[in-house]
């Protein structure tokens, strides 16, 4: 040992190879089973993560494929409901006319009381005010019908709602 130390007292830079010749069999002494340890570490990593995108991969094909048919279902829906509402309306507007009808056919007034003196005058002409009220009938049967319909889509929608 004395030799060593003769040497590194002669020449300063054998002290240097002499340390860097110790880090480097350090280095290697502890990097190689480092390095090997967390290759595996990235290894079981790597296989982690290669699991997740394959079950998010499989969970989005699978999203799509449900949410599809729901399209589908749903797109069958509407086009059920709508056919349903255009039927009901088309009975309401047919139920509707029958109704006016009726009602237009026979006057809107009732007849007059057997011995008035002018049964065609009530307060004022007769024919006036029924052709009035035949108007206004009219036009309330329109806004019925209106309002009619927006009922029965109101109440399809609500069906077609719980359906879902």
Do not use: H
């Amino acid at each position: 040992m004395s030799w060593l130390l003769g040497l590194v007292t002669k020449n300063p830079a054998v002290l240097a190879y002499i340390a860097g010749i110790a880090f480097i069999c350090g280095l290697g002494a502890g990097a190689y089973p480092a390095w090997k340890y967390q290759g595996a570490l990235k290894d079981a990593v790597q296989s982690k993560y290669d699991s997740f995108v394959a079950q998010t991969k499989a969970d989005g094909v699978a999203a799509i494929k449900v949410a599809t048919a729901k399209e589908a279902s749903d797109k069958l829906n509407k086009e059920k409901s709508d056919e349903q509402i255009k039927v009901m309306g088309d009975e309401l507007s047919v139920l509707s006319s029958q109704l006016y009808n009726s009602r237009a056919s026979r006057g809107y007034l009732p007849k007059a009381r057997s011995g008035t003196k002018r049964p065609g005058v009530v307060c004022l002409s007769r024919a006036k005010l029924d052709a009035i009220l035949g108007q206004i009938d009219a036009a309330g049967k329109d806004i019925a019908l209106q309002r009619d319909r927006a009922q029965l889509g109101l109440y399809v929608s609500c069906q077609w709602a719980k359906e879902r």
